[in-house]
């Protein structure tokens, strides 16, 4: 499988690549960068800071957008994830360049020299992809699979009450990729933050998973320790992981047990339902759709891969 990932590293998206990068016979062409949980520079940096800890072998690394399409600069998520987005573990120098290229333009060539293999993985705000669908109107119609965390389809939000982050912290870009899906013969596999809730898992679960002594399992165990602290004063007593359950069904479609074919719209006014994604239950409503939403997966097989993540050596 030939992926690429785009993501605004963060707790969640370390772990979820370093699921991807113990992944046994993946081809991982690229990874790009952006502003979310933090900003672009850290974003950039914390994507080397796993590479290292992974041992990962040179993989192109590109920066894309820093601000969201309206605004200067997404609201970011340093509450949750730390200052540096990585707990504070991010203080450490790599040597990992990055290429010269912007991250949108990467993604259209990528997907063109590729075309009809290639998974898109993504993670965070949808901005680059918003501006590489305006680069090259034909950028979506080249990929094998999008599949993308974001999205809250029944209005349970982490954001605001109604609104996920990946799609409330820029939500015009969030508009222009679900509006594209919806004349292509792609469909989005959305893991939503409700389906994320649903494989929320107790520190005591998570424990037992990183049991090893390895790098990677010291390096996890301090991400979470700092979660658990962050966390619990919110109320949130167990752990969540949005990022690495939708590498696992990029990794592994056949982990998916349930899903449904919507349509979801995204509500971009400034009003209070900002951000929100609409999805259309009727049985007779539109009779088109742009989104599969991950309902159901194997959840012991996503436990195998967090093992295989994290206990590597
Ligand atoms: C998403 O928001 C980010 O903080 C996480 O990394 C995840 O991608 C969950 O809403
Ligand atoms: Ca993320």
Known sequence: MKLVIDTDVGIDDAIALLMVLAYPELNLQAITAVAGNVSIDKVL???????????????????????????????????????????????????????????SLALTDLARQFSGDL??????????????????PTF????????????????????????????????????????????????IELISWETTLDYAMTYETWRNLIH???????????????????????????LFWPDPL?????????????????????????GPARGQTMVDYRPDGVPYSNTRIIRQVDEKRFHQLLRLAINQS
């Open 45 to 103: 940096h914390n994507i080397a800071v796993v590479l290292d800890v992974a041992g990962a072998p040179a993989i192109p690394i590109y920066r894309g957008c820093a601000q969201t399409l309206r605004r200067r600069l997404p609201d970011d998520a340093a509450h949750i994830h730390g200052e540096d987005g990585l707990a504070g573990l991010a203080r450490v120098a790599t040597t990992r360049p990055v290429e010269s290229g912007h991250a």
């Open 119 to 136: 998974t898109l993985l993504t993670l965070g705000p949808l901005t680059n992809l918003a501006l590489a669908i305006r680069l090259d």
């Open 140 to 187: 979506l119609s080249h990929l094998h699979r999008l599949v993308v965390m974001g999205g809250a389809v029944e209005a349970r939000g982490n954001m605001t009450a109604i609104t996920e982050f990946n799609i409330g912290a820029d939500p015009e870009a969030a508009k222009i990729v679900f509006e594209a899906c919806q004349n292509l013969d792609l469909a």
């Open 212 to 238: 090893s002594d390895s790098p990677t399992a010291n390096f996890v165990r301090a991400l979470t320790d700092f979660c658990e602290v962050r966390l619990a004063p919110l109320g949130y007593t167990r």
């Open 246 to 270: 939708t590498a696992a069904v990029a990794l592994e479609p056949e982990i998916v047990q349930r899903e449904e074919l919507r349509f979801v719209e995204v509500e971009a006014s400034l």
